[in-house]
């Protein structure tokens, strides 16, 4: 739940010294960090030019290109991101900063680098983790390959910090959408402390208390979000309205292997669960929940799963059975026993299913004692009427490094 105050400093202080190297170079003193928004159609679901294009007006090279293995071919080649990696509606929708069920920030963990039970909010997996993974393609050693796939490298990427802008903005985004949409009122999470470095080296510590409103606290606002009126925080002795946990109500008996073909389980829901599967896609405050518990993988395949309940055959629309992606940014650090991190190596990753369970039960399609959770492959689009050119320069001799999902479950609350 720190990811979005601390990266919102991470950017005040980049901004304040590439602000201060544009001035002594006798650039505009306003000069602030555009973002991407990559949940435009075309062409803004597409790396801006101006990170694709090598070379300056006056020939000489452009500090923002970086050609392959650096990012994705493909993506330099102009291919549209794909809108299941691109779109925040999953996460915007949630109504809770931080949930046993599901949030928008994240869980309530002490500060570290990525972890497992709910540590992941909604935002931060979708589109964030999809994005770092899809523009960076591969990532081969420390920094070999892809800058982007790997958290060590990621802000070596210029595009690394209009990624990161959009992620902040959203934050705006999401508070202004309002129904009790509010950052977290625990003093834990307002009051940690973090260090940064201003533009003259100075060492400097915030917390999130003093980031929450980016215009009246750090300057800055967003051209596309309403003013925020910044809602105070509950008081302390105020119960959190969590409710109880998520209750199992079936799962997988096997583990799943996934190496870059699509792959389908069943989920096995016991008959003594199933009206509790029902009653939770019915309509009112049920919730249907995905888990995908104990995902390994020796380094991060490069490749972005989408997550489907209940896809029918062939010719089904994938989007209307969406529930989230499996991208494993910062698989490596999981995997690393001297980073701080909570639980045993792995992810758990956990999807808001209830949206596609209901339109499912309206339409007479919801059986409990039938669920399924299909995984395929995410790829970059062509631009609009284009071919693929770059499939035979990333076609792959052998399949992407595996991932094993230890058990996809299937919960209610």
């Given at each position: ?5 601390w ?18 170079a ?71 900063f ?68 959009n ?24 009051n940690a ?10 060492e400097?510590?915030?917390t ?22 910044m ?83 062939e ?36 999807f808001?299913?209830?949206a ?18 299909t ?10 009427g ?8 990333e ?10 999902i ?8």
């Amino acid at each position: 739940w720190f990811f979005l105050p601390w990266h919102r400093m991470y950017l005040h202080f980049f901004e304040r010294i590439v602000r201060a190297a544009v001035i002594a170079a006798g650039g505009p003193p306003e000069f602030a960090l555009p973002y991407w928004n990559y949940d435009k159609p075309f062409p803004g679901n597409t790396l801006p030019i101006g990170f694709r294009t090598a070379t300056l007006p006056d020939g000489t090279a452009n500090p923002l290109f970086l050609a392959a293995p650096r990012r994705r071919a493909s993506v330099m080649s102009g291919g549209q991101l794909d809108p299941s990696v691109t779109s925040p509606a999953n996460a915007l929708g949630q109504t809770a900063f931080t949930s046993p069920a599901m949030g928008f920030g994240g869980g309530k963990v002490g500060p570290q680098h990525f972890g497992n039970f709910a540590n992941t909010g909604a935002l931060e997996q979708t589109p964030h983790n999809d994005i770092h993974v899809v523009v960076g393609g591969s990532g081969v050693g420390q920094c070999q390959g892809g800058f982007m796939i790997d958290p060590n490298c990621a802000a070596l990427d210029p595009i690394f910090w209009l990624h990161h802008a959009n992620i902040d903005r959203l934050w705006n985004v999401w508070l202004a959408s309002g129904g009790g949409r509010v950052n977290p009122p625990d003093a834990t999470w307002r009051n940690a402390p973090f260090v940064f470095y201003d533009e003259s080296g100075t060492e400097i510590t915030m917390t999130a208390e003093e980031v929450l409103d980016s215009a009246t606290q750090l300057g800055y606002v967003y051209d596309d979000v309403p003013a925020l009126e910044m809602a105070a925080p509950p008081p302390p002795a105020t119960p959190e309205p969590d409710g109880p946990p998520p209750e199992l109500v079936g799962a997988t008996e096997e583990p799943l292997t996934l190496a870059g073909a699509p792959a389908t389980v069943t989920v096995s829901v016991p008959a003594d669960t199933r009206e509790s599967v029902e009653s939770a896609a019915a309509p009112g405050p049920g919730r249907v929940l995905v888990s995908l518990d104990d995902i390994k993988a020796q380094v991060n395949p490069g490749v972005v799963y989408g997550v489907y309940l209940n896809l029918p055959g062939e010719g089904g629309d994938l989007q209307a059975h969406h529930i989230g992606n499996v991208s494993l940014f910062g698989i490596e650090k999981m995997n690393d026993p001297d980073v701080r991190h909570e639980g045993a190596p792995g992810f758990r990753h956990i999807f808001d299913a209830t949206a596609v369970a209901a339109r499912l039960s309206e339409e007479g399609r919801w059986d409990p004692s039938a669920v399924t959770v299909t995984f395929a492959p995410v790829g970059v689009l062509p631009p609009p009427g284009e071919e693929a050119a770059w499939e035979g320069a990333e076609a792959r001799e052998e399949p992407p490094p595996p991932i094993e999902i230890g058990q996809v479950s299937l919960f209610v609350a």
